[in-house]
């Protein structure tokens, strides 16, 4: 899945990069959402292009006006696009971008505030400071969809903690969202209303458990590469 997650994410930076070259076909609209308490700001931008039949959504860090250039490298993309498809005239379009646009909005409110409230306990808990990384790019495997471009990282531990989402269109309402914890092969996805300090105390001890777990099946497996090595020199 994250393979295909990945590749996924590098065709639509490629659609982007395209659209960018051919400003005629694309049109872009943007949504600035400030007040966020880790992220402070993002802009969502709505990206269509009606010779590809492309309508996807991406989120960038900061605020970004009107005009202003933005890189497909800065850009995040959330697989939870606008369906516009059952509006009957121009009105209707506007009323179903708006409810949907602010189903989006409030969904990467509640995300970065439920984040924020992680924070402390992952700092107590890790034995490291926090840091707030908005790279697009982590360096761990999520097991799904990134929501917003902002992650808590415990430098010691090696714990990356970011909102994520299910794909689907925004015409179902908000997306099913939850918080991702992982570290290097182990990830785990918690409700957003569930309890931050118990929710990082019973990942630690899993990640404990698997790179135990990991630590026997790697001793064991050359144990056996050995016993081959020596009845094949016998």
């Known amino acids: ?33 400030s007040g966020l308490p880790l992220s402070e700001a993002v802009t969502v931008i709505f990206h269509g292009r009606r010779d590809l039949g492309t309508l996807q959504t991406y989120v960038a860090n900061g605020s970004r006006g009107a005009g202003a250039t933005v890189t497909a490298g800065e850009l995040l ?14 009105a209707a379009a506007e009323q179903l971008y708006v409810e949907q646009a602010t189903a989006l909005r409030d969904a990467l409110v509640g995300a970065d505030t439920v984040l924020d409230v992680w924070r402390e306990p992952l ?12 790279s697009v790019s982590l360096a761990v ?6 929501l917003l471009p902002t992650a808590l990282v415990a430098p010691e531990s090696q714990v990356v903690v970011t909102p994520v989402c299910s794909a689907r269109t925004l015409a179902d309402g908000r997306p099913p969202m939850g918080i991702a914890c992982a570290q290097q092969e182990f990830a785990r996805v918690y409700p957003l209303a569930d309890d931050p300090e118990r929710c990082v105390a019973e990942f ?8 135990v777990a990991l630590a026997e099946k790697l001793a064991h497996q050359e144990a056996s590469v050995q016993r081959f090595l020596e009845i094949s020199d016998s």
């Open 204 to 211: 630690l001890e899993l990640a404990a458990e698997h790179a």
């Open 1 to 33: 899945m994250s393979d295909d997650q990945s590749t996924r994410g590098q065709e639509a930076d490629e659609l982007l990069r395209r659209a960018l070259l051919d400003e005629s076909s694309a049109v872009a609209v943007s949504l600035r959402i």
């Open 123 to 134: 700092s107590e808990l890790a034995g490291s400071q926090v840091t707030i990384d908005h």
């Open 141 to 146: 495997r999520l097991p799904a969809h990134r």
């Open 77 to 90: 993309r959330v697989p939870c696009d606008l369906d516009l498809a059952d509006a009957e005239d121009r």
